[in-house]
């Protein structure tokens, strides 16, 4: 029963490359969520989606950032020319209808931009 | 807006102490709340959750926390503490009937557990 996978677990990308963070959430999971933790600070929500649609991304920002969760695959985060300030924790994590169930989070991809 | 508090970023207690990790948040509407423990280099997992049925709610590992509408705090508890349990908790709230289903999580409180 593997639990949410995220990939890579490490990325490193010069400032103005693109990133591209993958999640595959547990199976039978249909609500997708992308948090980023900044060193020392909680957990930031950025984005949830179910397939093919995205319902909250009141946390992303405006510019470079966006996510897909296609009707096939897995959930993508992608960050265009990133910036030394995008260096981070991104975690996925995913539930099979919602909140109240509680997430389950993958270990996430620590992005460092040099 | 939702907001969680979690006082105290750091928590000492030695073995086999109580532990008792502080949460108070602010919702305007009866909350969903949980707490979450991260190891180093690793993901969240849910130690326990509140969603307005019993105030008193039960985890994994020994923890509990208690719900308290009248002090708006959700404080996580173990009768006594373990060397395992070192690591980052994460208290987090989100509105159980809003539109949004993101959390809000607090700061983290760093969990010491001393020999």
């Known amino acids: 029963n593997a639990g949410v996978m995220q990939n890579p677990r490490h990325l490193v990308r010069r400032r103005g490359q693109e990133a591209r963070l993958r999640c595959s959430p547990m199976?039978?999971?249909?609500?997708v969520y992308w948090y980023r933790q900044l060193p020392e600070e909680g957990l930031k929500f950025m984005v949830y989606?179910?397939?093919?649609?995205?319902?909250?991304e009141s946390g992303m920002p405006k510019e470079r950032f966006s996510a897909e969760f296609p009707k096939e695959g897995p959930s993508i985060l992608r960050i265009q020319q990133v910036v030394r300030g995008d260096s981070a924790a991104y975690f996925c994590?995913?539930?099979?209808?919602?909140?109240?169930?509680?997430?389950?989070f993958g270990s996430g991809t620590r992005l460092t931009v040099v | 807006a939702q907001s969680v508090t979690q006082l105290g970023s750091h928590v000492s207690v030695s073995e086999g102490a109580l532990v008792l990790l502080r949460c108070n948040y602010s919702?305007?509407?009866?909350?969903?709340l949980f707490w979450y423990v991260q190891y180093p280099n690793q993901g969240l997992q849910l130690l326990l959750k509140y969603t307005s049925a019993a105030t008193l709610v039960k985890g994994i590992n020994g923890f509990e926390a208690e719900f308290k509408k009248s002090e708006t705090s959700f404080h996580l508890t173990k009768p006594s503490a373990h060397m395992s349990d070192a690591a980052e908790y994460f208290c987090a709230v989100s509105d159980s009937g809003g539109g949004a289903d993101g959390l809000t999580f607090g700061k983290g409180t760093h969990l010491i557990i001393q020999p």
């Open positions: 989606l179910q397939k093919e649609n995205i319902i909250d």
């Open positions: 199976k039978g999971h249909s609500h």
């Open positions: 919702s305007s509407v009866p909350p969903y």
């Open positions: 994590a995913s539930s099979p209808n919602g909140v109240s169930y509680g997430y389950t």
